[in-house]
């Protein structure tokens, strides 16, 4: 999302062939007749990505694009820091330095040093991605500069060449994806198949007679609930995500028309409120990810016992 806008000299053409401002200056297929402007107030920011171009049949969205600007500039700036590592560090391997022993503290606190050992990579990797993915979503010129068509108050922005990265559900739900894999892998090194299993149907606690075999009933019932939550997390995490980005570009669209010539100066201050809604954003899937991880991978540990 930007402030200003800038057009190119040709528009693609839509899924029916015709061009963009064609098809807007006729009015919309489910309202025919709507003028532009109505049309315009009333829509936002498109729900999907845009597709830019194919690269031999492969679409290639605005989304994919800024994704893959932000996972360039993350590797390259980590080349940077790390190509003469100092035993003092400064500059850029400082900060590099500072941030992953931050995180590394932060989630061994969460969830242990040992599994902090075994997941760190991930959880470091998918908070960094995602906080510089929401805050490179916010630079000028992102989801302002692409194709469209002149209106009354300027020049609409109908397929911006740019797209926040977390503002398309495919890549929030790929990330979710991957975790679910992730987690599935860690729990059955942590407490294997058989450990699994009763740590989603097995009762807990003492119990005898009668009462252990309702609670037995009752366990199992909890663990086939608890199955559906499992699968349902995936979705739960990637939609979360999505809609509080998606909904945070439409808020600094919706700010930047809401006086016509001062368009630069009203988002300025809802910048800052994204700005720390993206880091909150990052932490959050970190953390839900990291609780989840937890709850599927403690044991209890047995006490050691003193050699003479």
Known sequence: MSITALAFASQPPTASGAPVSATAEHGSPEQPGQPVEAIEQEHGLSQSAVEVTRVFGFPITNSMIVSWIVALG??????????RMKQVPDGAQNFLEWLVESLYRFLEGIIGPHLTKRTFWFFATIFIFILSANWVGLIPGVGSIGWGHQVAHGFKVDQPLFRGANADVNLTFAMALVFFACWIVWALQEVGPIGFAKELFAPKGDTAGALKVLMMFVFFAAGCLEI?????????????????????????????????GFGWLVPIPFYFLELLMGLVQAVVFMLLTAVFTLLICQHEEKPATAHI
């Open 228 to 260: 559906v939550s499992i699968l349902f997390r995936p979705i739960s995490l990637g939609f979360r995500l999505y809609g509080n980005i998606f909904a945070g570009e439409n808020l600094l669209e919706a700010m930047s028309k809401l006086i016509p």
């Open 74 to 83: 993350l590797i390259g700036f980590a080349q940077f820091a790390t190509r």
